[in-house]
């Protein structure tokens, strides 16, 4: 067997690897897209997940490549990234993918992956082999993703709230049941749009790096675009239902209107990083959405230890990744 053709299977077994890891995503954020809607009783859970899954698929029709190319090429030096960095990037995000899912919190996908590229990169060459410009941009978007859907799901209620307020509650809940259909479709083209992307950017950062794909093509191979994006919504047909309770029954109580509104305002937010190219959270931007509809309602009517439980996740993701891929590069680079 000569060497390529031990590259090559080295390559198709991470990317298989990938495709593991999209899946996961589609599973473990599948709460993001139809917590709310099932909370509210607009659709049952197999509806919903079947719903959300053909509009993360949709995804691939409306967005560019943007959140792709900025993992695909934007987070670590050309030259330093090889199969092994792959592996422990990987290793560190199906990991912290694993623990969250299991206890059932709602912490990032997006994130466990960026983590572990940056702790596997890091472990290989030091820090200063990132892109901190790209990297920079990622972390401050942990607290600007959130803080945004909860600013526009608030204004998106009080909007709401003004326009109809000579309306019956009978009315009002008739309206928004229909309403928020659109407003979840929505929702889910932005989670497709934003998180499948990042999967083809370490793919595509993986072909580059073995040379399959050359460092100047300005869009990833339509197979690696294909599969991320089927990956991702058969990961989201399955469902992860230990989020959607916490999603949508444990932070606050949502009526359909509530609904609307935070998946209007976390929508908005997903489409405009992911015009930007900027990879952020659904798990964040949903979150800050859903608390924000409460709050506005009033602020106990938010269950603050469990919102807090889930900040304290989020600011553990990226450096408890980083470990496990450092570790997992380690490993693989002195066992193979």
Known sequence: MTSVQVELWVVVLLVALALVFDFMNGFHDAANSIATVVSTGVLKPGQAV?????FNFIAIFIFQLGVAATIGKGLAQ????DVHVVFGALIGAISWNFITWYYGIPSSSSHALIGGIV??????????????????KTVVFIFVSPLMGFLLGSLMLIGVSWTFRRSTPSRVDRWFRRLQLVSAG??????????AQKTIGIVWMLLIATGYTAVGDKFPPTWVVLSCYTAISLGTLFGGWRIVKTMGQRLTKLKPVDGFCAETGGAITL????????PVSTTHTITGAIVGVGATRRASAVRWGVAGNIVWAWIFTIPATAFVAAIAYWVSFQVF
Do not use: Q, R
């Not at 702790?119 to 920079?136: C, D, E, H, W």
């Not at 932005?190 to 998180?195: A, L, V, Y």
């Open 50 to 54: 079947l719903f959300a899954a053909v």
């Open 119 to 136: 702790g596997a990169v890091m472990s290989k060459a030091g820090a200063s082999a990132l892109i901190f410009s790209s990297v920079t």
């Open 186 to 195: 929505a929702y889910s083209l932005g989670h497709g749009g934003n998180d």
């Open 78 to 81: 050309p030259g330093v990234v």
């Open 271 to 278: 489409f405009t990083a992911a015009i930007l190219g900027i």
